[in-house]
């Protein structure tokens, strides 16, 4: 059962449903509205407005387009969806709903790094040829019988799922939550994933990758993608932007620039610690967020003279705002 589920619900079950949960939304100290202090585009949604959108009985892709406006995470579509007396009663079945229509690339939504809801409609046509993801709740039906790891291999190909979706699969059969998969980790796990499919993604099995699973657009970046990109000429910066924009690591960018020729082999890891202590310090308006992501601020700067000093975290205008282990 998916959220697309919900949109067929019957008029006389909702509105049954819709008084239980109402009420109990009404009792919580904490209403939906209280929620919404720092969502991404600044909006503020009373209860009662989150009420009069549900009771226009919306359809899941209405849905997902408001959460998705607003900047929302899943425990804030939940929230919204209960407050408007809308879905399922039971929270963990709500939470299927929601994360199995998220799964469905052809619903074109993606969790980004940060686990907001994001639209991802304008890579959908390039990942129209994939398979369509089973529902959430039978994946992890599936991986409650402790699979071995070639249990899963055979699942996923007699599925006909791809390397990109195959990390969506063990992230969702194991409970993971995709926004709070490491960098370095999402990128082990898509050249696994790769390597048990037979999956040319470049490079071998030792680095120089040209493809690499993108969190945010929920789908892989390609070898043509990353090629005309870099066919700009980009400048570290621009760079770090567009790695920030896919959800990628310094590790998965280092080994795509290997894999395209642009740095040479033999430089790997002087490549690497370069890229690394820029976004350390931040020079370049971009850091690494704690989950290995880059990400647009943040860094540090140099306090005290060369010999010794420390090493603080920049400000939000730029300068030292606290002590930071170098």
């Not at 991404?40 to 209405?62: C, I, L, W």
């Not at 199995?100 to 639209?119: E, H, P, Q, R």
């Not at 926004?179 to 499919?197: C, F, G, H, K, W």
């Amino acid at each position: 059962m998916s959220i697309s589920s919900v949109q067929n619900t019957s008029s006389s079950g909702n509105s049954a449903a819709q008084g239980t949960r109402a009420t109990a939304a009404d009792s919580s100290s904490a209403s939906f509205a209280a929620t919404l202090t720092q969502v991404s585009n600044g909006t503020r949604y009373t209860d009662a407005e989150v009420k009069s959108f549900f009771a226009g009985k919306p359809t899941a892709q209405q849905i997902a387009d408001k959460a998705a406006s607003l900047g929302l995470n899943e425990d804030q579509i939940a929230q919204a969806m209960t407050v408007g007396g809308y879905g399922a009663d039971d929270d963990d079945a709500l939470r299927n709903q929601i994360e199995s229509f998220v799964a469905t690339v052809g619903n074109g939504y993606t969790w980004d790094a940060n686990g907001t809801l994001k639209s991802m409609k304008s890579s959908v046509q390039a990942a129209s040829n994939d398979k369509a993801m089973p529902a959430a709740q039978d994946i992890k039906a599936f991986y409650a019988t402790n699979p071995s790891d070639a249990q899963v291999t055979a699942k996923v190909k007699s599925l006909g799922l791809n390397a990109a979706q195959m990390v969506q699969f063990q992230a969702t059969g194991t409970g993971l939550n995709m926004s709070q998969i490491s960098a370095p980790v999402l990128e082990t796990m898509y050249v696994d994933a790769a390597n048990r499919l037979g999956t040319d993604i470049g490079g071998g099995k030792h680095g120089g990758w040209t493809s690499y699973f993108s969190p945010t657009l929920g789908r892989a970046v390609t070898k043509s993608e990353m090629q005309t990109f870099f066919a700009s000429n980009p400048s570290q910066s621009q760079i770090f932007k567009k790695a920030s924009e896919l959800g990628l690591g310094v590790s998965a960018v280092n080994n795509m620039m290997i894999g395209l020729g642009i740095t040479k082999a033999e430089n790997m890891n002087s490549a690497f610690a370069q890229m690394d202590f820029s976004l350390y310090k931040g020079d370049e308006g971009y850091s690494v967020d704690q989950y290995g992501h880059i990400v647009a601020g943040g860094g540090h700067t140099w306090s005290g003279s060369a010999d010794s000093g420390t090493w603080e975290l920049r400000s939000s205008a730029g300068g030292p705002s606290a002590k930071a282990t170098a």
